[in-house]
């Protein structure tokens, strides 16, 4: 069997953005039937049922939900689909890593949600190091004034698996430190 990461890079790209991929299908809310996916999963893979319950329990970001038979990627969606979270109230700050390269039009338009349903913030800039150093390139960690935003009227979400989702950060609560992580 490939390794776990192989079979976990497959789930999320069947369960957020390519269903038909595995000829799966999934309900408006994200959820798809686990033992159909699992059947997927064997037969592509050679991955049994058991390998996949570790793949979901192990997983180093939590990205899967499994709930009763059913399974859902717990946030990263680019097809519409809605997880019926519930708002939630941020923290103070929250963070963002992104290329510095990106910066000029970040600062100029927000961060905005491009392929994904949401804009995705870190609680933590070692989680926003994390997410920027990704990509090729300099990364630099942007501060989102996230509590002001709500105090604002901007609707805050956190995913199932602790990631801060939002529709847009307008530039004005956006700052950055000239200290850069390079990957
Ligand atoms: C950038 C991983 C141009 C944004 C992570 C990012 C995350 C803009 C890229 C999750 C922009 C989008 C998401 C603008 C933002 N103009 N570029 N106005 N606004 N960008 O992958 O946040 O491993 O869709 O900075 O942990 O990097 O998949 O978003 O660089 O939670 O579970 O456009 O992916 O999770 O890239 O990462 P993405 P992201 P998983």
Request: with cysteine.
């Amino acid at each position: 069997m490939p390794s776990d990461t192989t079979v976990s890079k497959f789930m999320s790209l069947v369960l957020r953005h390519e269903p038909q991929q595995a000829g799966l299908q999934l309900d408006e809310n994200g959820w798809t039937d686990f033992e159909i996916l699992c059947a997927v999963l064997e037969k592509r893979f050679g991955a049994s049922r058991k390998d996949v319950l570790r793949i979901v329990a192990e997983n180093p970001k939590k990205r899967f939900t499994l709930e009763g038979s059913r399974i859902r990627a717990a946030q990263g969606h680019s097809i519409e689909v809605d997880l019926k979270l519930t708002p939630a109230q941020p923290p103070e700050t929250l963070y963002h890593g992104t290329k510095t390269s990106l910066l000029g039009i970040i600062l100029t338009e927000g961060l905005t949600r491009q392929s994904r349903q949401h804009v995705h913030l870190s609680p933590d800039i070692e989680t926003a190091a994390i997410v920027g150093n990704r990509r090729k390139g300099e990364t630099t960690i942007l501060k989102i004034a996230a509590q002001r935003m709500a105090f604002e009227g901007m609707v805050f979400y956190l995913s199932e698996n602790g990631v801060w989702l939002v529709d847009h950060v307008p530039p004005q609560y956006l700052s950055y430190e000239n200290e850069t992580v390079t990957s």
